[in-house]
């Protein structure tokens, strides 16, 4: 009898859990119906009112890309540049002319009868001879990374060896994302190794160290490329394990909806948070500044963005799973797994023409709207003579203006049921239009091409709109 009443205690026990579990489930399933019938806030509502439930690892997914966004939207997108831009001209001969004393917005200018240098809107800086400005004299010494190199462009070599390096890291360690528990191994290995490049930026005090500022900046960029990879490895789990996925059997159509509603999510939180850690960013350039002290003011702003990326990644860690995937390969498969399985996709191309197409086409989008940006902050520099805290409002309105352009075009797209190629293509419309105002500054006589500052906040604004949805 007393083991009859312990078997009834336990089918007791047993039925309450299911029957607990049941009610909660069917409590959770009503909350996000009822906020789904809202639409996109709706869903946002539930997602963080279910944080510490059912959402929870979605949440900590969203978390990371609010991590690691300062150091995409400020860090290497502007305050980098800037910073390899300035070392690098402390050792060029450049650095000995002295600054006219006199400031002057439009041609034509006189600054007095000593030579001097200037910096003129939409012209760069300039040389006063005594009588009339011409192009600056080229540096004497050049910088040596990689091979000499003019010292002015210094950073697009920097930058475009991170490119490079990151593309080869993409295709041998990106593919280990897929086995064993690499997926959350390498988020956590590429967070930390990159968030630390950026706070070592505070040791480099002294131009010579440009080398070592290089490496952290190619150091940097690869190990965010790679988290980002490992980031998006979760997504399809993730979306997999949703109530509004599960509840469908797994329908392609709720599943693509899903995955635009999760992106959506993740890049407003990124976007919110790179334009405070922009915000932050302007602030210490007004309280420190980069005037005879190594720029100190940029360095404090790197630094700020590895901190800033290395502590909300602990909340991503610790909610997200690991997810395991299929049994980890040996060590020499693992080197050579990205390398063969490219090769293969290369080898069958003939298979998926389509896929191939959209290969082939992201390659050079991305590659575009990414130049675009890097490259555009450095026109603003050196061509309409912006300082870091004018190139600071710029950045805060493209961030401002993404979270805008993110929701307003989903929202767009499901009203009028159009397909994301169609979005993709309005988005690089607007860069084409970017592209084509640059081009017209090559006409000398053009009143327009990034040759006012106002059109640096048109820039901003396009630039702005459009980076959210082609992402």
């Not at 001879?129 to 010494?141: F, K, M």
């Not at 990124?270 to 360095?299: C, K, P």
């Not at 493209?398 to 159009?418: M, Y």
């Amino acid at each position: 009898m007393g083991l009859d009443r312990n078997n009834s205690g336990e089918s007791s026990e047993t039925e309450m859990v299911e029957i607990s579990q049941h009610f909660s489930e069917s409590a959770d399933k009503n909350l996000l119906d009822r906020n789904q019938e809202q639409g996109f806030l709706g869903r946002l509502r539930y997602e963080w009112e279910k944080r510490r439930g059912e959402s929870r690892e979605r949440v900590a997914w969203y978390v990371n890309d609010w991590a690691n966004s300062v150091y995409a939207s400020t860090s290497i997108s502007l305050f980098i540049p800037i910073f390899l831009s300035g070392i690098a001209e402390q050792l060029s001969n450049s650095k000995a002319i002295p600054m006219c004393e006199v400031e002057c917005a439009k041609p034509p200018c006189m600054y007095g009868s000593l030579p001097c240098k200037t910096c003129v809107i939409g012209q760069g800086m300039s040389y006063w001879n005594g009588s009339s400005l011409t192009r600056l004299p080229a540096p004497e010494q050049s910088v040596h990374f990689l091979g000499e190199v003019d010292s002015f462009t210094f950073p697009t070599r920097v930058l475009s060896f991170s490119v490079i390096a990151q593309c080869l890291a993409f295709i041998t360690f990106g593919a280990l994302a897929d086995y064993g528990r690499n997926r959350k191994f390498g988020l956590m290995l590429c967070t930390g190794v990159g968030s630390l490049s950026c706070m070592l930026f505070l040791l480099v005090s002294d131009p010579h160290m440009h080398s070592f500022a290089a490496w952290l900046t190619i150091s940097s960029n690869v190990c965010f490329g790679l988290s980002v990879v490992y980031y998006n490895a979760f997504l399809p789990i993730l979306v997999s394990f949703h109530p509004e996925v599960t509840s469908t059997s797994n329908s392609m159509d709720k599943i693509e909806e899903v995955e635009n509603f999760m992106s959506t999510v993740g890049f407003m939180f990124g976007y919110i948070a790179g334009f405070i850690g922009a915000v932050f960013g302007v602030v210490l350039q007004a309280l420190v500044g980069n005037e005879d002290n190594g720029r100190l003011g940029d360095r404090v702003t790197i630094f700020f963005a590895g901190l800033w990326w290395a502590g909300w990644s602990v909340w991503t860690f610790y909610c997200l799973g690991a997810h395991p995937g299929k049994p980890t390969p040996k060590l020499r498969e693992c080197l050579t797994l990205g390398w063969s399985s490219t090769l293969d996709t290369f080898r069958h191309a003939a298979r998926y023409p389509e896929t191939m197409k959209f290969f082939i086409a992201y390659f050079f989008y991305s590659d575009g709207y990414t130049t675009v940006s890097s490259v555009g902050v450095l026109v603003m520099q050196q061509k309409l003579c912006m300082s870091s805290t004018s190139l600071g409002i710029v950045i805060l309105e493209v961030l401002l203006l993404a979270s805008v352009g993110n929701v307003l075009l989903l929202n767009i797209q499901r009203h009028f049921k159009l397909e994301s190629k169609f979005m993709i293509c309005i988005a690089l419309s607007g860069y084409l239009f970017l592209c084509f105002v640059g081009i017209l500054g090559l006409i000398p006589s053009s009143p327009i091409g990034l040759k006012q500052r106002t059109e640096a906040y048109l820039f901003g604004a396009v630039h702005g709109l459009m980076i959210g949805p082609v992402q």
